[in-house]
């Protein structure tokens, strides 16, 4: 094989790929090997690596170490992943009205403890990831960040073809989280050429901590090859009690050193002002007002010189003019000039503080009609703003603020009614918008039984904010009216006048009808037609016939009242009547119709007018008369 087969390698598919190197895994972690300049002083597992100019998709999970038990919740995955049976997919569902993922794996379902991390790398290359760590990181969800460590501290992927770029099935890996209370670390001083411990191992530190940080010891004579370490502390399964973790016998931090007798290390660290915070505690651990950017600024100078240290800037942070020098022996108060701080690089590490206190910022929330031109947001078309905006100031930078959509009447909320932003640097993009779409309404106006009266209006649409018009109901005579109803029996009342006018708030946009019911009852009450003067006409009392006309409606109807006497009519609705006496039936008596107005339980009317007896022909016994003086 030649040099150039080495560089440049074509597959089977015409897949071009280059060597990139040799490599060794340390703790976990692929590191480059250069068989130049580094002398192998202990066992190493070196390897070649090749890749291409391809990407290929991956995706990372995290997830407890063990499956999910409940019944209910195993039959609706059941549903969702319907018989697939492909290794580290996720699958969501509902529980108790919340989303709730899972990934198959090892022919069980293992919660999610922590969104998913994807991306891509070129095939053929090797990919080596970290599992996500708890405190004090805390990037698990919240009630995994204490107390649950990885089972695996790293794993390593040979990035391979996937047919879905949008789901891949190879190129991913789940790692999964057991509960323990705490675990053990230990930390090692090595020299770097010889591989001889400088100074003998600590006894193993127990914390409940996910990823710890040390710090170098000093060794005369020699320079560590960095200041800080961290580690993501890992379980294994305990080989002589299967089904139980210990702590990973990997959970080592090396320090390795080399001859120096002239340079130190320096550290300078970044402490941002947590949200919700005075400002007023300096504490450099994190217990205080202030937290470490995880911008750290590592450096090497002769050992007693000065170096001169320029402050970071961080977006919406503010460095406050003063920090803390430490060193193994002491702690100095340190001043801001020229916008530099000055330190002293000691033989055992020298590190500097710097602290940074938030910018306050502002943002307006705006209610605004869907379509809206929110180019010039202070400029906005006054038809566009359907509400006020309110601006709210004084807030740190990097808080995260909510806010809920208003009720706007006629309209409806077409955004979502929840929308949160973190507050960022520039006030001009720190703002919240709730667009709305115009509601159209239907409303139906009717007299419950269809009769008793008229109304003004049968019924309307509107749009937005247009006013409603409402409906005025108008009684007939002998109707009363009781009310505007929200159902036809007439049970659930929403008006007491006779002009109803619905609240906008209170109805159902289309394809929904609002339907209202205006009451009329139907008084009754009784007339009674009393006769007086009547006389008798020989062969007995006079008989009278009267029609009794309602004046609203036309209709009649017709009783009779024998001599001097009274008929009581029921069930008349009040109103105005006419009482007509039909003296073509007592043609001797000429009494006039009368008119009556029913409006309480009862009334009356009186027709007394006397006979007329000036004609020969009276009745019965008169002719019998005239007959016996013609014998």
Not at 332 to 341: E, I, P, R, V
Not at 484 to 491: G, K, L, P, Q, Y
Request: proline share 5%.
């Amino acid at each position: 094989m030649t040099q150039e087969d080495i560089d440049s390698m074509t597959d089977e598919n015409n897949i071009t790929y280059d060597f990139a190197g040799w490599f060794y895994m340390d703790t976990g972690t692929a590191k480059a090997y250069t068989p130049l300049d580094m002398p192998v002083t202990r066992d190493m597992n070196i390897y070649a690596e090749w890749g291409s100019k391809v990407p290929r998709p991956y995706v990372i999970h995290y997830a407890l170490h063990s499956s999910e038990t409940d019944s209910t919740i195993i039959s609706l995955l059941d549903t969702e992943r319907n018989g697939n049976t492909d290794e580290n997919m996720k699958y969501t569902v509902n529980i108790d009205g919340a989303e709730r993922s899972y990934i198959w794996l090892n022919g069980g379902y293992h919660r999610a403890i922590s969104g998913s991390t994807s991306g891509f790398g070129y095939q053929g290359t090797t990919r080596t990831f970290k599992p996500k760590a708890g405190a004090p990181y805390n990037q698990l969800e919240m009630n995994y960040n204490t107390g649950y460590f990885p089972t695996v501290g790293s794993h390593s992927i040979t990035m391979q073809y996937e047919g879905d770029v949008t789901n891949p099935k190879t190129n991913v890996f789940t790692f999964t989280y057991i509960e323990a209370p705490e675990l053990e670390y230990t930390v090692k001083y090595i020299d770097k050429n010889t591989g001889i411990e400088l100074i003998p191992t600590p006894p193993p530190i127990k914390t409940s901590d996910a990823v710890i940080t040390e710090r170098f010891e000093p060794i005369t004579d020699y320079i560590p090859d960095a200041f800080f370490k961290r580690l993501v502390l890992s379980v294994v399964e305990d080989p002589n009690n299967p089904g139980n973790f210990i702590s990973s016998p990997n959970n080592i931090v090396i320090f390795y050193y080399t001859p120096n007798t002239k340079a130190s290390y320096y550290a300078v660290h970044f402490m941002l002002q947590k949200p919700n915070t005075s400002g007023e505690n300096y504490a450099i651990d994190g217990r205080g007002d202030y937290e470490n950017s995880g911008s750290t600024i590592e450096g090497v100078g002769d050992t007693g010189s000065t170096v001169a240290i320029t402050p970071l800037t961080f977006n919406g942070f503010n460095v406050v003019n003063f920090g803390w020098e430490i060193t193994k022996d002491y702690q100095k108060f340190k001043t801001l000039s020229d916008n530099q701080f000055e330190i002293t690089i000691d033989q055992n590490g020298t590190e500097l503080y710097i602290f940074y206190k938030r910018e306050t910022q502002s943002y307006p929330t705006y209610y605004l009609k869907y379509g809206a031109n929110i180019s010039d947001l202070n400029n906005l078309k006054k038809e566009d703003i359907l509400a006020k905006s309110v601006t709210k100031s004084d807030i740190p930078y990097g808080s995260t603020v909510s806010e809920t959509a208003e009720d706007i009447d006629g309209y409806r909320c077409v955004s979502s009614t929840v929308q949160s932003i973190t507050l960022g640097h520039d006030n001009a993009k720190n703002y919240i918008i709730f667009y709305y779409s115009p509601l159209q309404y239907t409303m139906e106006y009717r007299i419950a039984g269809g009769e008793g009266g008229i109304l003004s209006r049968t019924s309307e649409t509107i749009e937005g904010d247009t006013k409603i018009n409402g409906s005025e109901v108008r009684p007939n005579e002998g109707y009363r009216f009781d009310g505007w109803f929200s159902d036809e029996a007439c049970t659930v009342k929403v008006g007491d006048n006779v002009q109803f006018t619905p609240a906008k708030s209170t109805l159902l946009p289309q394809p929904d009808a609002n339907i209202y019911y205006a009451k009329l009852t139907p008084q009754y009450g009784s007339i009674t037609i009393k006769r007086d003067n009547a006389e008798d006409e020989g062969d007995g009392e006079q008989v009278f016939v009267y029609r009794v006309t309602n004046n609203n409606t036309g209709d009649t109807v017709e009783v009779t009242v024998k001599g001097s006497d009274s008929t009581t009519i029921t069930n008349l609705l009040y109103g105005r009547y006419t009482v007509e006496q039909l003296n073509d039936w007592s043609w001797r008596y000429s009494d006039s119709s009368k008119n009556v107005t029913l409006e309480s339980d009862t009334a009356e009317v009186t027709f007394d007018n006397s006979a007329v007896k000036d004609l020969w022909l009276s009745g019965n016994s008169d002719i019998a008369a005239n007959q016996k003086e013609a014998d």
